[in-house]
């Protein structure tokens, strides 16, 4: 999936990893982005995601997905159940003053691995504040549950379409608790 931007067709994709941390009741993780986030994460009303992030070279997108996880969030691998991962990699484009801005103007959008987790932790085990045990730097200043169908509307306008493709990929998927 792609969206539709002139941001520098030459330009590579940054490859990159999301996850849907569902909890027992069926409710999404989404943090809000903390004010200095930078224009690609935050813009008027959205400053609402869930977790993502860059995948290291030669790391593998699940174990990356698990990284970024604990990276933002302070959930450790051991707190979460695997529950699906969409098999084809969902893309976006930057906007081009974006694009300019973003990660020193190296890439045009992001290309991203999505995997959705249960959470099996209590929610004290979720520290945005202090991520990693304090070893990270915060990248929001707040998090809520959110509905799946609520997702796209929280997120910047040019994700919107990548958040659309999460929702129906992992719909579903918030019942997860009550099976066997």
């Known amino acids: ?25 069926g409710g999404v993780f989404v943090g ?22 860059g995948i290291d070279p030669g790391e593998d997108p ?13 959930v450790p691998p051991d707190a979460v159940r695997p529950l699906g991962e969409i098999p084809e990699w969902l893309t976006y484009n930057l ?19 999505w995997f959705a987790y249960g959470f099996l932790g209590s ?6 504040l202090s991520p990693g045990g304090g070893a990270h730097k915060a990248e929001f200043d707040a998090w809520r549950w959110a509905r799946f169908a609520e997702l796209p509307d929280l997120i910047v306008p040019f994700k919107r379409p990548v ?17 066997p």
């Open 32 to 53: 809000r982005r903390t004010k200095d986030a930078g224009p690609e994460h935050v813009a008027g009303p959205y400053m609402w995601q869930m977790p993502q992030g």
């Open 123 to 128: 929610e004290d085990l979720i520290d945005v």
């Open 1 to 25: 999936m792609t969206t539709d931007s002139d941001s520098g067709a030459a330009l590579p994709y940054r490859p990159c990893v999301g996850v849907a941390l569902i909890a027992p009741s």
């Open 95 to 113: 906007p081009p003053a974006v694009a300019k801005q973003a990660w020193k103007g190296r890439y045009r959008g992001q290309t991203q691995k």
């Open 163 to 179: 958040y659309e493709g999460v929702v129906a990929a992992f719909a579903g998927l918030e019942t997860w608790a009550s099976r």
């Open 62 to 74: 699940s174990v990356a997905a698990l990284r970024e996880l604990y990276e933002e969030t302070n």
